[in-house]
């Protein structure tokens, strides 16, 4: 987790942005680690009705409750959690995502997008990154099936390039993470709805285990990813993501199409280990839940 609470630009009371980042370092000293606050072991869910963002107690924290920093550390448990992090990723049978030129639309079928959204719709918030925005130019509500409510969209931003006639930007609801101070790029994406929120690291890029924290203590306790090669990659090397959602094509895209996650692997025991959860046939392609080893 950070050790400072993520500068926002809304009206947040700095009072409680304090109160985060004295969390985040109590958190920190107890020695918790992202990857120990989705033990689904330990903890579930209730996303039985639409929007719920309810967490049910810890039965099993695993460390020293006791004294202030036990107590802040139990707070921050409890407050700044996400349970689950699947991404959604449509590719053909090679394992191609986009051709070369970024063209994506569309991969699979109807009944798979169908059902994308029904993922969709059972998540607090959905996330993408800037190059599938400018890429894809996607909505990224949910339209194919009946909602109540639409989930927060949440964009990884770091340079706050997001045009403003981004079909994403449109009805508001929508959470900007970045990695740079530009107070006219900000406000011209503040004037069009969205809430923008800094959280940079040592490489100008955005904290991910951050950023996670961030959305846990406002509440989101599933997010729903859909993003593109080089996102998707950052995203399993930080350990932010717990669960992959493929729909796989009858189809083959070549080698020089792009693949699922950006992960410039030098050896096979480098290789990320999955755990097949279920494969079910959605129209004329394959969807597959996998987890990755260490995950329950």
Known sequence: ????????????????????????????????????????????????????????????????????????????????????????????????TALANGQSQWITGPAARKDGHAWRARACAVLTGIGTVTADDPQLNVREVPVERQPLRVIVDSRLETPLTARILQGGNVLMFCAVDNPAARAALEGRGAEVVNIANANGKVELPAMLAELGRRGINELHVEAGVKLNGSLVREGCVDELLVYLAPSFLGDTAQGMASLALTSLDERVALDFRSVDRIGDDLRIVARFKGEH
């Open 1 to 96: 987790m950070a050790n400072a609470a993520p500068q926002s630009t809304s009206a947040a009371d700095a009072g409680d942005a304090a109160v985060a980042a004295n969390l985040a370092d109590a958190t920190q000293a107890q020695g918790l680690q992202q990857h120990d606050v989705r033990d689904g072991s330990q903890l579930t869910a209730n996303v039985s009705e639409p929007g719920a963002h309810h967490v049910e107690e810890p039965t099993a924290l695993g460390f020293n409750t006791t004294g202030w920093v036990g107590i802040a550390a139990l707070v921050v448990l409890i407050g700044m959690l996400i349970v689950k992090v699947p991404a959604k990723i449509a590719a053909s049978l090679d394992g191609r």
